[in-house]
């Protein structure tokens, strides 16, 4: 547990450091929930949206954006690592393989969860958004912490099992923005899934992050109401996913991670 701490603490450091990651990662949620909710509440009154608050229908979207960018550029601390032989060093410690990577996903997750409850506590002062907390203040709350953290934890693990494959900082990238980002486009973050055509609508129900959004669409904006999915089938989901991925996380061998890039 020792070592743990200490991966995880190192890279919590490393990231309070990099001040341009921590602001922009912040910043460009906040600025797609004022521009964007406002432009569209405004100009186009959408009908499908609970009395057309737009920016309190993007509140949930945005607190998943934000935990994609923060835990995807949180991992890709592993390359830095391998590149410069700090891993090399972390492996060959006294310290087991499980401790160093539980350490460098404890890390992702923590700066990922920290983060989306920023673009939460911001969205809950702002008198112009309105949230509803379907199931009362603290079980709404609760359920939007649970969520934000097992989405978080998923998307380190999901990074992990591609840093194993994929040897070079760019082609990471390049996979998660290539993957993650554009399912979150139809995964009800923008808008309803209920509106889209038959086809949109199946691949959002495969799409792996339709179910975070619609629980945290549930605990803050959805009033009265099942979601998108349903809060059993979203939880089911996530904890089927989560199983999916830690499996082959767990099965990683040392002469992968430490492989030249």
Not at 103 to 127: D, F, N, S
Not at 215 to 220: D, P, R, S, V
Request: glycine letters at 8%; proline letters at 6%; hydrophobic letters at 60%.
């Amino acid at each position: 547990m020792s070592a743990l701490l200490a991966v995880a603490g190192r890279d919590l450091r490393a990231v309070g450091r990099s001040r341009s990651q921590l602001y922009s990662s912040i910043l460009l949620p906040l600025m797609l929930l004022a521009l964007l909710g406002t432009g569209v509440s405004d100009g186009l009154d959408p009908a499908a949206i609970e009395d057309g608050d737009y920016t309190s229908f993007l509140v949930p979207g945005m607190i998943v954006m934000t935990a994609l960018f923060s835990s995807t550029f949180a991992s890709a601390s592993f390359y830095a690592d391998r590149a410069n032989g700090m891993l090399r060093q972390m492996l060959v410690s006294p310290a087991s393989m499980l401790s160093v990577l539980g350490g460098k996903v404890m890390g992702a997750v923590v700066i990922g969860t920290l983060q989306a409850c920023v673009i939460l506590v911001v969205a809950v002062v702002i008198p112009g958004i309105d949230l509803e907390w379907q199931y009362g203040v603290l079980p709404s709350l609760a359920l939007a912490l649970g969520a934000i953290l097992a989405f978080n934890l998923l998307i380190c693990t999901i990074a992990l099992v591609l840093a194993t494959h994929i040897r070079t900082m760019q082609g990471f990238h390049l996979v998660m923005n290539l993957v993650l980002f554009p399912l979150l486009f139809f995964s009800g973050a923008f808008f309803p899934v209920a509106d889209l055509p038959l086809w949109l609508k199946l691949l959002a129900y495969v799409n792996p992050l339709t179910y975070p959004v619609d629980l945290l669409q549930l605990a803050l904006y959805a009033p009265d109401s099942d979601g998108q999915v349903g809060l059993v089938p979203d939880i089911l989901v996530m904890v089927g996913l989560l199983a999916l991925f830690a499996v082959p996380a767990l099965r990683v061998k040392p002469s992968r991670l430490i492989a030249a890039a």
